[in-house]
């Protein structure tokens, strides 16, 4: 996982640790991002400080414009969050972020990374395909505001 003296740059971005005073604009994010999952400010502050918890964020010009929340649990992880500022998008911030992450967990004991997302959100769906991952299941109505179906997908990082 990257430390706070070590993060990744890839040109027009740096993907680094959260910091407590991120969470502000991480607010922001979810804001103008309904397909998220919209959680309170203390709650990334408290993952952030798990031993499990992994939290990224992408700064572009000094600005957060994108994050990534996580967490590990024995052998497996999931991806719990992710966000990428509207005018960000499609500019390969969020795969920097899945990238990231992804490596952390290479670099543990991680076997296998878990997700959900809403079935409409086609764009992060790619995203997440592009990457190897799997659709693996359904979680009916876990979402509300609107109502819809989740597709869970996963992504083996060591073979069996």
Known sequence: MPSENKSVASGAWTIRP??????????????DSREAAQWPAESYV????????????????????????????ADEAEI???AVRRDFRR?????????????????????RVFLELRGSNIPARALYER????????????YRDPAEDALCMQKKLIAS
């Open 18 to 31: 959260f910091r407590p005073n991120d969470a502000a604009a991480i607010l922001g994010i979810l804001r």
């Open 46 to 73: 408290t993952l952030a400080a798990s031993p499990s918890g992994l939290l990224l964020v992408c700064e572009a010009t000094s600005n957060v414009v994108g994050f990534l929340a996580a967490r590990r649990a």
């Open 80 to 82: 719990l969050n992710v």
């Open 91 to 111: 500019r390969a911030a969020g795969s920097a972020l899945l990238v990231a992450a992804l490596d952390s967990f290479r670099g543990s004991t991680v076997a």
């Open 131 to 142: 990457h190897g991952f799997v659709p693996s299941g359904v979680r009916k109505w876990y």
